[in-house]
């Protein structure tokens, strides 16, 4: 069993930044893929960004491309997620997610699906004023 802590959430300006964190618990976080979803109110759960387990790999949205940063700290369990430039339109509780199955190099497609990540956090709210 693997939990999931999110934190760093808050209401912001439009142009601030903010560092989410997800603290995972657990010996083998360095096996994880760990990823970031969000939700906005009235819409469907959509992907944000990745972090592979196998190399390090980051895949992200097209929507918060060149915006926000994932990474990933192995000693600490925890995995960031760094959102820069924030837009009214990011507002939405963001998940953390992990996928403890042995990463294979899956395709994108995989790594955005929420089906691909067997546990999950409880959420942190980011709202952004414009």
């Known amino acids: 069993q693997v939990q999931l802590v999110e934190s760093g959430g808050g209401l912001v300006q439009a142009g601030d930044s903010l560092r989410l964190s997800c603290t995972a618990s657990?010996?083998?976080?360095?096996?994880?893929?760990m990823g970031w979803f969000r939700q906005a109110p009235g819409k469907e759960r959509e992907f944000v960004a990745t972090?592979?387990?196998?190399?390090?790999?980051?895949y992200y949205a097209d929507s918060v491309k060149g915006r926000f940063a994932i990474s990933g700290d192995n000693a600490k369990n925890t995995v960031y997620l760094h959102l820069n430039s924030l837009k009214p339109e990011d507002t939405a509780v963001y998940y953390c997610?992990?996928?403890?199955?042995?990463?294979?190099?899956?395709?994108?497609?995989?790594?955005?699906?929420?089906?691909?990540?067997?546990?999950w956090g409880q959420g942190t709210q980011v709202t952004v004023s414009s």
């Open positions: 997610a992990a996928d403890t199955r042995p990463d294979i190099f899956h395709s994108v497609r995989y790594y955005s699906a929420s089906s691909s990540y067997d546990y």
């Open positions: 657990g010996r083998t976080f360095s096996r994880y893929t």
């Open positions: 972090i592979t387990s196998t190399g390090g790999r980051t």
